[in-house]
Structures are given as structure tokens and as C-alpha cells.
């Protein structure tokens, strides 16, 4: 057993004595995600770096202490910690809330295990509206009644769960613990904090309540594993004053083990740190890809021998008393073909919450469900956008990942977990991989589900989107960002409000979901752009090419064109010392325009639009203030999807059969006392039936053709390729490939042209 401190065995909550078998998870490295992130689904970093460690046969162990902080809050046990702090605030939601203790002690266990899919049938109870006990978040149903109508049992049961949940969320923000919240905790502290004072002076006052049960849970797991470093993977912010106050813990009570804290907050964030006292509760900060920055301080700290000096990748440590960025190991970093499948052991995966939220259909895509999350790329293979970071490493360095390896990876993940959903969390997935990942699902014949973000590419076309559908994919996230041809040009957004309608309308035929996200008070933006913004997102939600939508206020980040050249865009920063975090920059938009009187209109307006009601107010019922007519006519988006012309293939466009061989009958025609030998084709697809006909010979030259171009084909062939075969036996190709039964073909989705 290592030796650990003599203070490792006197904690109060290990007293008396332990069981050998305790200690059977020994690992040398434990990696944790700190609370909150997400409730449904673990957050897939240290999966990634478990599954890497597994490839250098590195022992380690994983917890998500958001989930099992969640489950224990949130159960009869602590439900009945939070009502025995008797409550000073006593508004009338508390009063309630607190009245009516005894039915949340009594239901909570129950609640949560509805909310884990064990117990499908409470959905009736929970229905009958007479179960749960109801406070200030059930005042909403009066204005969602209406949504309930395209709502299954079980996702109404999850909603009302959701907002008995939020009840008791709210008791505790206003009772017992400010900081509290389902996917964030304390995260003020972690926004903008250029200066470490204000989380400084956090982490020495008393313990939350919170906090509690998270160190509780943390020294069971120590107790467990007894490792060598402890790795703290923090996305956001709401989950940096939790990873420090653990860090802090383990320094107190576990001196002989090492800290190390990297991911999203500290790539973005903490890139010209500063502040010695940081290391107080940390011994390493990495940056960027974790890979090999972590295989590096294991060899440092897990090798009895080590060289005369230790190698670093992208590490802040603290030498003779001072911050260095150390990256002096001349190893490359691993190719993501290399870093093998995220490792989801350990994590409690049927123990994750299915919350519902009805207001945005993506939202309640993102929160419903377990899905297992990949990337199909590293990095952005766009990279240009004026308001992104691009800058950095993470977005910076594009490297796709082959399709076969990708759905290998899936096909692993599936037999690991029992899952079959996917979420690719790109930056931007690549329409020719997804192209590619597509037929590979299809040519396994892989049932999954999954989704991911993209630009609205010219390259998405009817054909392309049918094929991701029937691979799997049920929605996209992309962003229009401002509904605005000028503003789209000095974003170096690379697509225009008509392209990004006729993209979401591709998708939308096809059958899968579209969200968009929006952003308003873009640097120059003038009132009248946002107001045919809106007017623009208004069409196409009135059209049907847009199913959900986010807007967001930009936010100028220091690593962003925008944020390093700002005076090109015309706005004035308002710099302060960077000490600890930098990212977020406050600053003055030189219009002097209050975008942030805005934020109401637009999110009420898009909140209705979603439900398909309200197109045809004025803009200004959504306005408490008075704004100019739009510009905008009012048929712009629909004349923007116009049919094309479709009678033009890409020479070298790949031709897919995607149906099984249809039923032929031969029969003769006659006509004008001339007869002839013609086929019936009959198309048995999973939706509907239906039939061509066709000449004899070019009926039997097409069903000798199928296999060659068959999506289960090894290798599928070129349009010219095609054309090629085909004029060995007949004359003009274009006139067959154009004709009317080849279209009806095309139009069923029986041939593509990718």
C-alpha cells in the first residue's frame, strides 16, 4: 500500500477501520471532472484521456463528481440535510417549498429514479398532476400548455420532473447555498476573473454546502485509489471554484499527492497566468491537447528515475518560487488516430438524469438521452471566423480523423457502454467525412443515432442530407450568427443568409432537426440590422426551414481576431491586468448602441416561433421600445429557395444506390402497330411503394448496375465512370440519367449524387 500521509487515515469519516478490499482500485493517476457540467451525460474529457492512458498502459481511475454530487444532494437523505437548515429567507416560494417538505423527502428518490429510466411507469403518477409537489416553476405550464400537445407520457413526466427539480434548486440558491446551479457552481467567480484575488478569498472562507458532499465524495475515492497525481479536467467556468476547493483538500489532507488542471477553462483562460498562489493548490496547469502533457508528468512523478531535468509540454509549474511555462520535450503530440476510443469506465452511466425542456427543441435534444461524444476532427477546418479563437491551438490545428477509424470507435463505444447515441462536439464536422462516416455506418449496417455542429456549407445538398438521415443523423447545430450579407462578410463567416436558408431547407426535407445559433450587437451593428436579423429569422421559422434557435450577445474573447486587432472592428477594450483568467474582454462598441436593450425582444420573439405561433405579429409587439420597420422583404426567404436547376452532375460526383433490388415485371407494349419489350420496377421503401418503367434492355443494364453502385460497395464509382459503362451499350447517357424515371428514382432517394 502507499504511504500516504498519516492525515490520509484520521479523516472523521474514516474512523473506523477499512476493509482491505477497499483498496483494490489502486491507480496512478485518478482524473476528475469537478461539478456541474451536464446531467444526462458524463463530459467526454477524461474519457478521451483515460482511453489514451489505456493505450500506454498507464493505470487510471475516472469520476465525474457532478453526477454523483447531483445523486446525493438529491436524494431522501440530502433532501432532508437542505430542510434541516431551517430557512431565513421566507419568501413565498420558500414558505411554500418548505410547507411541503415531507412530500419532497417522500418523492425525491422516486423523482430521480423516473429521471434515471428505471421507473417508466411513475410517468402516469407524475402526470396526474396530484404527485409532485409544485412550486413557483409550475407557474410556467399556464404559458407551455400548448407545447404539451406533440409531447409523449414519458417526456411530459420528464418536464414536470424537470421543474420539481428546478423548485428545489431554487429553495437552495435562496436558502443554503448562493452559488448553486444544475450545470454550474459559483461560475461568477470563473467569468473574466483577470485578478485571482476574489476566488482567492473564496476558498478561505468556510465550506459550502455543497462542498461538503462533494469533499465527502472525493476522499472516498482517494480512499479507493490512493493515486499518484490527481487530474482535473475543467471545462467552464462553473467549474473552477469546485476543481480548486478539491485541490485545496487534497493539499491539505493528502500532501504526498500531486494536482495537475487542464482543459476548455484553462486553454481559453489561463494562457499568461501569473499568480504564485494558484500553485497552492496546484502543482501542474497544462494547455491545449492533454495527451502528452499528462504521459509527461507521469513519467516526472511516477518514474523512480528520472533525467537531470524533468520534460514539460505546455506546463505552468511553480520553479524557485516563481511561475514558468515550461514546453521543452521535443515529442510531437500524438495524432488523433493514435490516442484510441474514450474509455468510459468507471463513470456511473445508468445513473445519469434525463431532464426535458420544451422551450428549445436542441436544448432538449442536448439534455435528454446519453450519448456518447466524439470528434470527427481536431480543430476547425474553416478556422476564420473574426469572433472565435481561432488563434489557439484546439481550433487552430485541423486534423480529421479517417472514417473507418471513427466508426470503429463507435462500434467499441457501443459494445462498452450499451449506448447507441452520438454526439460529435466539432467545432465544425467536415461535410466530406460526415459524407464518409455516413456510408461507412450504412455499409455496416450499424443502427445509431447522432448528431453534431457544422457550417451551412454549399456542400449539404438534398442528396447528401438524405444520406446522413438514413445513416443515423437526426439534427444539426450551425451558425447564421447575424441574418446580415454585410455582417456574415466581416464575421468571415463564408456564407450568405440565402445559403444558409437553402441549407436548412435541404436538412429540414430530409428530416433532421436544424438549430441555429444567433448572436446580436456584433461590433458596427446598427439597430436596423438587428431588426432585419430578426425579421430574417422570423421567415424561416414561418417557412419551416428552422426548428430551433439560441440567441446570444457577442462577446469579445482576447484570442479572437477581433479581440487582438479591435480597433479593425470598431470597438475599444477596456484592458485591465491579466493576472490569472483572460478571455472574456470587456469593451466599447463604438455605435454607442445598447445591444443589451435587445436581449428580451429577441429571445421572446424565438421563443414562439418555435412553438409555430406568432409570425404574424409586428416586430414591435416584441419591443418595449420603439424600433424602425424592417427593411427586409417580406418574401425574401422564400424567394431565396426558388427551385434550381438540377439537370447538371460533377463529373466526379460519386453515384450511391441506397435501396435494395426492386420487383421487375416484363411485359410488351404496343403502340401504333409497333411493339416493344418493357420492365415494371417496384420499389418496396420502408415508407411508401412505388414503380418505373423502363425499357427492357436499360431495365436489365440498371439492375446488373446495382451492385457496382450499391452503398454496400467497397468502392463506389463516378458519375463519368457511370456514363462510361452505360455508353458501351447505348447512346446519351445525360438523356437516361434525366429522364423521368431515373428522377422519380432521385427524388425517392433511391439514387445519390454526393
Known sequence: MRNFSDGFFIQKIYRKIIP??????????????????????????????????????????????????????????????????????????????????????????????????????????????????????????????YAFGNMGLQDKAKHLATLYLEDLSDYIVENIDENFGFSRYAERLGRSANSFDELYQKLQSDKTFVDNFTLE?????????????????????????????????????????????????ANTELRDLKDKRVFEFFDFITLDDGELPIELLFENICHFEQSEESLFKRTFLLENGEVVYKNNSERHDYKQAEIGTPDYTDLPLDQYISVIEIANPMHSLWSDGRWNKLTMAHGCYWGKCTFCDISLDYIKIYEPIAAKILVDRMQELIEKTGENGFHFV???????????????????????????????????????????????????????????????????KGVSVAQVAKVTRN??????????????????????????????VRQMFEMGILQSGFWHQFAMTAHSPVGKNPEEFGVVPHLNEITFANN???????????????????????????????????????????ISKTTIHP???????LEEDHFSTKPNAKIIWTSVKPLVEFYTKTKK??????????????????????????????????????????????????????????????????????????????ILTL
Open 20 to 145: 482491505l478490499q477497499k483498496f483494490i482500485f489502486l491507480k496512478d493517476l485518478l482524473l476528475i471532472t469537478p461539478p456541474f457540467t451536464q446531467l444526462n451525460t458524463p463530459y467526454p474529457a477524461t474519457a478521451y484521456l483515460k482511453g489514451f492512458l489505456n493505450t500506454k498502459n498507464i493505470s487510471s481511475y475516472q469520476i465525474d463528481l457532478g453526477i454523483e454530487v447531483i445523486l446525493e444532494i438529491f436524494s431522501k437523505k440530502g433532501v432532508t440535510q437542505i430542510f434541516n437548515v431551517k430557512p431565513e429567507n421566507l419568501s413565498e416560494n420558500t414558505q411554500r417549498i418548505f410547507a411541503l417538505k415531507e412530500e419532497y423527502i417522500k418523492t425525491i428518490d422516486e423523482v430521480i429514479a423516473f429521471l434515471q429510466n428505471k421507473k417508466p411507469t411513475l410517468a402516469r403518477q407524475i402526470c396526474s398532476m396530484n404527485f409532485l409537489p409544485e412550486a413557483s416553476r409550475f407557474n410556467q405550464l399556464d404559458d407551455m400548455e
Open 217 to 265: 465524495i472525493l476522499d472516498k475515492k482517494l480512499l479507493e485509489t490512493q493515486p499518484k497525481l490527481v487530474c482535473f479536467s475543467v471545462p467552464f467556468p462553473g467549474n473552477l471554484y469546485s476543481a480548486f476547493r478539491c485541490a485545496q483538500h487534497i493539499k491539505n489532507h493528502y500532501p504526498n499527492i500531486k494536482t495537475a488542471f487542464g482543459g476548455g477553462f
Open 426 to 492: 466539432d467545432e465544425a464536422a467536415p461535410p466530406a467525412l460526415m459524407r464518409e462516416v455516413a456510408l461507412e455506418i450504412l455499409r455496416r449496417k450499424l443502427v445509431v443515432t447522432w448528431w453534431t455542429n457544422i457550417r451551412f456549407e454549399k456542400s449539404f445538398t438534398r442528396d447528401l442530407c438524405f444520406l446522413l438521415k438514413i445513416s443515423g443523423c437526426v439534427a444539426v447545430s450551425g451558425g447564421l450568427e447575424v441574418a446580415s450579407d454585410r455582417l456574415l462578410k466581416l464575421i468571415n
Open 507 to 536: 436538412f429540414t426535407e430530409a428530416g433532421i432537426m436544424v438549430h441555429s445559433y444567433l448572436m446580436y450587437g456584433y461590433p458596427t451593428q446598427t439597430e436596423q440590422e438587428t431588426i432585419d436579423s430578426l425579421e430574417m
Open 584 to 626: 472574456d474582454v470587456e469593451f466599447q462598441d463604438k455605435t454607442g448602441i445598447d445591444h443589451s436593450k435587445f436581449s428580451f425582444g429577441l429571445k421572446k420573439s424565438l421563443f414562439n416561433y418555435m412553438h409555430g405561433i406568432c409570425f404574424e405579429h409586428p416586430l414591435q409587439e416584441w419591443f418595449e421600445f420603439k
Open 635 to 641: 418574401d425574401y426567404i422564400h424567394d431565396c429557395l
Open 673 to 750: 402497330g409497333n411493339s416493344w419489350e418493357m420492365a415494371t420496377l417496384t420499389f418496396h421503401e420502408k415508407t411508401n411503394v412505388f414503380s418505373i418503367n423502363l425499357e427492357k434492355e436499360k431495365a436489365v443494364w440498371l439492375l446488373e448496375t446495382i451492385d457496382e453502385i450499391s452503398i454496400h460497395a467497397d468502392k463506389n464509382i463516378t458519375f463519368n465512370q457511370l456514363k462510361a459503362k452505360y455508353e458501351l451499350d447505348f447512346d446519351d447517357f445525360e438523356l437516361f440519367w434525366y429522364s423521368k424515371p431515373i428522377q422519380i428514382l432521385k427524388e425517392n432517394g433511391v
